[in-house]
């Protein structure tokens, strides 16, 4: 079995969502610690575990160096968020404790790689679900004020335009999150490690990210029903407008063929 990778017996775990997606080809020659997550040394003695979507995990990194290395992945995002997801938790490690999470401490029998990914696994998905909860939450914020006006038309079409906008940026949330993230999925580490799942599956039940997951879900598909609702009553709106269009044009077109007959040919 391979030694404890931090041999510490208190450490913080800080969590980052940095961006929708972050390439991780310019890591290839630091010091890998383990793939499938990338996990490297950090300068210092610290460690990170970087993802795909964006999300990056500090075990014991300092300020200064967690400064610079946050700064370095910078040229590797794509599209940066303008405000960052930051979640944290302080790491204690007992070869005789019971591996659980208790308030914001989770305690580990050893700071091993394996641990180390799946306490980041869930911190990462948690940041991403933060995020999308903010995405979501401004969306349904509008979904009553929406309701409400949809028999004035000056209130339907601003808002209406907002909460489309909004319902885009959720749906596609939802879908980074179920496509690239895999919020609801088991890390593949415990294929190979079985004996780590009940751990993960404990932590994963203190973050609450399955029951977080389906109340986005269930948000969200309030807001599409919403949103579709006032789509379908703005297209109405529009189809009597143009039967209104028509109607006064062939009102004119009478007024004209009458004004004709009776005044220019008197």
Known sequence: MAPPVLTDTAFKARAFLLGRGLELRA??????????????????????????????????????????????????????????????????????????????????????????????????????????????????????????????????????????????????????????????DKPDLLWERPDLERFYLRLEGEFDIRERLEVMERKLELVTRTADTVRGIQGEARTLRVEWYIVILIVLEILLTLYDLFVVKR
């Open 27 to 184: 890591f290839e020659a630091t010091e890998r610690l383990a793939s499938n997550p990338l996990t490297v040394s950090v300068t210092g003695g610290g460690v990170a575990v970087l993802f795909r979507y964006g999300a990056v995990v500090l075990f014991r990194v300092a300020p200064v160096e967690e400064t610079a290395l946050l700064r370095g992945l910078a040229p590797s995002l794509s599209q940066p968020l303008p405000q960052t997801e930051v979640e944290s938790v302080e790491i204690r490690v007992d070869p005789e404790a019971t591996e659980r999470m208790e308030g914001s401490v989770v305690w580990l029998s050893e700071a091993s790689v394996e641990r180390l990914q799946l306490v980041a696994d869930v911190l990462a998905k948690s940041v991403v679900l933060a995020s999308y909860e903010s995405t979501i939450a401004g969306a349904f914020d509008l979904v009553e004020p929406v309701a409400a006006s949809l028999t004035k038309a000056h209130g339907r079409g601003r808002r209406g335009r907002e909460l489309h906008r909004l319902m885009g940026n959720a749906l596609l949330g939802e879908q980074t999150m179920i496509g690239r993230v895999a919020v609801g």
